[in-house]
């Protein structure tokens, strides 16, 4: 006698892909939250430092500089837009708040640091201090 069985499409392995997408949640290993990646030139007058911030408005991103620490955040609000008839099945979209520190090997004049912010990328643009110059004292 031939075993007969009934043919359910959601055993296929195919399948599975969008009953996980559609239905379930599925478990990202190794997923992190979004971090501030960043490069950091120096020449013998400033520091230029281009970070990626996607997705963030220019006016959600805050530099503050003391001395020679600089500290970069920023935060993405969650907008949902949603529209009648329509449901949304998955968001991998990152909200929240991020920030970033980090110390140069020299003080930053702060008065005269400029910061632009284009297609994602902020540039910080960071004129080194002038050095006080050693003064010999003479003993009385």
Do not use: C, W
């Not at 920023?74 to 008839?85: I, L």
């Amino acid at each position: 006698m031939a075993n007969v069985t009934r043919y359910f499409p959601a055993d296929e392995t195919f399948d599975d892909l969008f009953r996980g997408f559609l239905m379930r949640p599925v478990k990202m290993e190794g997923h992190q939250e979004m971090q501030i990646k960043m490069d950091v030139h120096e020449d013998e007058r400033a520091y230029t430092v281009h970070a990626e911030i996607p997705g963030v408005k220019k006016e959600d991103i805050a530099v503050t500089i003391d001395g020679n620490q600089v500290t970069l955040g920023a935060e993405v609000k969650d907008e949902k837009e949603v529209k009648e008839g329509h449901k949304l099945l998955r968001s991998e979209r990152y909200y929240g708040k991020v920030t970033r520190s980090f110390a140069l090997a020299q003080d930053v004049d702060e008065a005269s640091s400029v910061a632009k912010y284009n297609n994602g990328v902020l540039e910080l643009v960071l004129p080194k201090k002038a050095t006080a110059s050693a003064r010999k004292l003479t003993i009385q």
